[in-house]
């Protein structure tokens, strides 16, 4: 090559790489791509002054900082504003039946109270339910009446609504205690839960469609409020659920970034053939313990993260290794080509040959693990680090890789948790995650009453209303049945 040959082509090669280089460091704040695609670790990062413009000013003190917790750009907490005008019903609620509750017995004496005694009405509410019939779904109102009787005894006995599970928080103005007295029936919270997680509208679109759909006008606090209590009353069945996954033959265990207000959290999911629990916490091997406990004797089918490595039983997915195979194949990497592309065949084939009833000792099966291992050892001190990290990868993990092998009720790939947590990664982006430690926890519990209903082939609705119903009368909660999976 003549000197400029060589100087065109070192310019053409430079401009290459500025362009790649800025291409690869661009994020949502720097072009169009969607803030989804940022890297989760440094998106609390976004938006924020840097060090030198906080250093600037000396006003902002750490103490300042803390205060302003809980506020966003504006200076505001979220929601209504002090001194702001309040809204009010307009609608006029026209009842259409009326429920009378009275004491049945007397409670000093226990004697029978009929209904021919003088009684008085000590309170009323009227209560919007959905009402479900074979293709048609109808609003109405009922008025609740709680009367109070006099025995003969001297006794006064008052009926009152039922008040049921409550959780609070210490420093809010108004928490949530779920009680029988109730403008929205189990049923109508349970369509708006629906229309709300499974759906995953916003609670203002929830408002717009019952607004427009049902005639039916209601806030955006008691739409709120309608999807916490499901989430509340879901909590003790959860706690059955992992008592399910904890005695199951095999877990299914994935994680998945999630975000509350702004910051970096992460969704657990751990599945079974018959039940399914998510979680929000840190990334922390605490988290893990919490969802199978210390004793867990299964199997754990995950992926590569560290924090499952020490459970003896272990299926690693080879779905992710053979994505990994694949972008050595198909990428620019000079001695990885190959490697990439035996693995990806390979491990295939794996899968099919103990798919078609192949496992164990047979020696074609003996062979191709083999090459396999051959292949990975032969690469493991390669030239590329991508070939060499995917060697070692495999080599270090290698019992967990074969497991399926040995034992023919093990799936090769952790699909069964990916697909679970699909739902949740589709609302992520939809809603930009959670904001408060209590609205993590109730999501995550609703979502794993959902999921499970649905794998047991539970009707998810109708179980979500006994639910609430059984929630707000203080009545224990009946654990989702089990029938015989078709
Ligand atoms: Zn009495």
């Not at 009326?98 to 226990?110: D, G, I, K, T």
């Not at 025995?151 to 049921?164: A, L, M, T």
């Not at 798919?355 to 047979?362: I, L, P, Q, S, V």
């Amino acid at each position: 090559m003549s000197r400029e040959e060589l100087e065109e082509l070192a310019w053409r090669w430079r401009e290459m790489a500025r362009s790649l280089a800025n291409r690869a460091g661009e994020d949502s704040s720097t072009s169009s791509r969607p803030p989804s695609s940022d890297d989760p670790y440094r998106r609390q990062e976004r938006g924020k002054p840097n060090a030198a413009e906080v250093a600037a000013d000396p006003s902002e003190t750490a103490l300042g900082k803390a205060g302003n917790a809980g506020k966003n750009k504006s200076g505001k907490s979220a929601g209504k504003q002090p001194g702001a005008k309040g809204h009010w019903r307009c609608q006029p609620i026209v009842v259409s039946a009326e429920v009378e509750h009275a004491p049945q017995a007397c409670a000093a004496c226990r004697s029978a109270l009929g209904p021919e005694r003088e009684r008085r009405c000590v309170s009323a509410h009227n209560s919007l339910e959905l009402v479900r019939a074979d293709m048609a779904l109808q609003v109405t109102a009922t008025r609740h009446g709680y009367f109070a009787l006099r025995c003969p005894c001297g006794h006064d006995n008052v009926e009152r609504p039922r008040v049921g599970l409550s959780s609070s928080i210490e420093g809010r103005k108004r928490n949530l205690a779920m009680s029988e007295r109730c403008l929205v029936g189990p049923m109508l919270a349970a369509f708006i839960a629906a229309l709300s997680l499974r759906c995953r509208l916003s609670r203002r679109k929830i408002q717009e469609f019952l607004a427009d759909w049902l005639d039916l006008e209601l806030g955006v606090a008691t739409i709120e409020r309608c999807i916490h209590e499901f989430g509340l009353a879901s909590e003790p069945v959860v706690e059955q659920l992992i008592e399910d996954i904890r005695a199951a033959e095999i877990v299914h265990l994935d994680e998945t970034p999630w975000y509350q207000k702004g910051s970096l959290r992460w969704m657990w999911v751990a599945t079974t053939a018959l039940a399914t629990v998510f979680q929000i916490g840190s990334r922390r091997k605490e988290e893990l313990t919490a969802l199978i406990g210390e004793a867990f004797l299964g199997w754990l089918v995950t992926d590569g993260y560290l924090a499952y490595r020490d459970h003896p039983r272990r299926q690693r997915c080879l779905a992710h290794l053979i994505r990994k195979g694949l972008a050595l194949a198909e990428g620019y990497y000079d001695g990885g080509y190959g490697f990439g592309r035996d693995l990806v065949r390979d491990l295939r084939r794996l899968i099919e040959r103990v798919h078609d009833g192949e496992g164990g000792d047979t020696p074609a099966v003996n062979r191709l693990m083999a090459r396999i291992k051959g292949n990975c050892q032969r690469n493991r001190d390669g030239v590329e680090k991508k070939v060499r990290e995917l060697a070692g990868e495999i080599l270090n993990d290698w019992t967990a890789v074969v497991a399926f092998v040995f034992d023919p009720t093990l799936p090769p790939t952790n699909n069964d948790a990916e697909r679970a947590l699909r739902h949740a990664v589709i609302a992520r982006r939809i809603s930009f995650g959670t904001r408060t430690d209590e609205g993590s926890r109730f999501y995550a519990a609703a979502l794993s009453v959902i999921d499970t209903c649905r794998k047991r082939g539970v009707e998810t609705w109708s179980y979500a209303a006994c639910l609430i119903a059984d929630a707000r009368a203080g009545l224990p909660s009946i654990n989702i049945p089990t029938r015989a999976v078709a």
